[in-house]
């Protein structure tokens, strides 16, 4: 059983989903990158160019923690609404019962 706040939640689930895997992406153009770059400079422009990278790569985790905190977040709100959604049932049952008995 899934209600409209549930689907919300899987669909922003599928955004994160999708937001890590162009930060993988972002990593592996990076890692293209310093290894491109060491083979064909010298050492101090390799120097410079893999700074210019790590602050890249910094950036890359930054998102990748706040990202982390969100999926957290939803997680929670899932598993809220799970619980919220077994008592709304065991409350149906427990009241078609109790209907059933005073039948």
Do not use: P
């Not at 937001?19 to 592996?28: C, P, T």
């Not at 950036?59 to 709304?88: K, N, P, Y």
């Amino acid at each position: 059983y899934f209600d409209k706040n549930t689907e919300l939640i899987y669909d922003k689930l599928g955004d994160i989903q999708s937001e890590i895997n162009q930060i993988s992406v972002n990593f592996n153009e990076i890692a293209t990158s310093v290894n491109s770059v060491a083979s064909e400079r010298n050492l101090f422009t390799s120097l410079n160019e893999a700074k210019i990278m790590l602050r890249a790569i910094e950036v890359e985790q930054q998102r990748i923690l706040a990202l982390m905190e969100t999926l957290i977040e939803h997680s929670d709100d899932i598993r809220e609404e799970e619980r919220r959604m077994r008592e709304e049932s065991k409350k149906e049952i427990e009241s078609n019962q109790n209907r059933k008995v005073g039948e």
